[in-house]
């Protein structure tokens, strides 16, 4: 064998083979076999969402199989409406299945401890939530009803603390996950005006960890955008269409005001009940002269209309799913308001009524 010959078959033997190193397999099955409508979408870091990236075929046993980049990524089944988030980290073969008749644990993931990473904690989200707080919404619904205020704190005031055990536990089981991208799928759904240090402390296992990551590179864009809307930033201007007027509103032209900028929806009981407790302090001339602006996120233009016949809420009111200004606010949450000065510069958040009539003061 000639030198040559010698080194080319040294280098082939050396050199694993381009399908074996570029791609992660992706097979599973659902259950009951039938060939459901599948789609295969995929995280684009760039503009932060998910994008069709193509329609799945499934064997008539509900069996698929398909290659996706290994590139580390994020990705989506969507199936009947509803989308599993998997997670390829490096992984060179993740096995799903899927039990659409299963009502406890439908979803198996193998393979990819990132996915599981993440798929436990949705589970722990929803068993934690069905644990500590559903049980005490219809409580809190019958003492409004009957305007009893005091079971109304007692209510309240359990709420809270079952709520500082939901954060805890789910703040605990996201930090023993490292800088896996389970946590950076948590952080896109976590509220940044609320958990901002907490999000500041998991960025800096990515910097650690994945210091060239394009991942951790998004984390500290996403951070830095929340830091706009932080305490003594200015807020971000914005013009939206006001309810019972005849042209649209900007931020800016309510300079020299305080101004309460307050996001909500209809489905959304703390925020009726917000409303209607600020409204009282409104009209008892409590706040002064403070402008407020309810903006609601209701997917459904009609039912925020039907919510605010009926809450009569008698300042600007306006209706929007404009992506870049719930992003630009950070609302994940709600209710979520702003408190600014005449100058336009945030001075408070996420403000209850007696809060605010006290800072006000």
Known sequence: MSKSIYIWFILFLSTPLFGQTSVTRVSGQMLPGKAYPLQLWTYNIALDKYELNRDLKLTQDGEFDFTIPKTPNLHKLWLNGKGLVFINDGDSEIVINIDMKSQSDPFEINGSKASNHYLNYLNAVDSLQRALLYPLEPEMKKAEKRKDEVALKEVEKKY??????????????????????????????????????????????????????????????????????????????????????????????????????????????????????????????????????????????????????????????????????????????????????????????????????????
């Open 160 to 361: 809270r603390e079952n709520m500082m055990v939901f954060v805890s536990t789910l703040e605990q089981m996201i930090n023993q996950m490292g800088s896996s991208l389970a946590v950076f799928a948590i952080i896109r759904s976590l509220d940044f005006n609320k958990y901002l240090p907490q999000i500041e402390g998991l960025y800096a296992k990515f910097q650690n960890d994945r210091p060239e990551s394009d991942f951790t590179k998004k984390l500290g864009e996403m951070i830095d955008s929340a830091k706009r809307i932080q305490i003594g930033a200015e807020a971000p201007d914005f013009e939206l269409a006001v309810s019972g007027k005849n042209a649209s509103q900007q931020l800016l032209e309510l300079r020299g005001n305080y101004v309460l900028i307050d996001f909500w929806a209809s489905w959304c009981l703390p925020c009726r009940k917000e409303n209607r407790l600020i409204k009282e302090k409104y009209l008892d001339g409590e706040l002064g002269q403070i402008k407020i602006w309810s903006i609601s996120i209701d997917e459904n233009v009609d039912k925020w209309e039907k919510a605010l016949i009926k809450d009569d809420l008698p300042w600007d009111n306006s209706w929007t799913r404009d992506e870049e200004l719930i992003s630009t606010y950070k609302v994940l949450s709600l209710p979520t308001n702003f408190l600014l000065d005449p100058e336009g510069k945030i001075i408070a958040k996420n403000l209850g009524s007696e809060q605010l009539a006290g800072f006000l003061e």
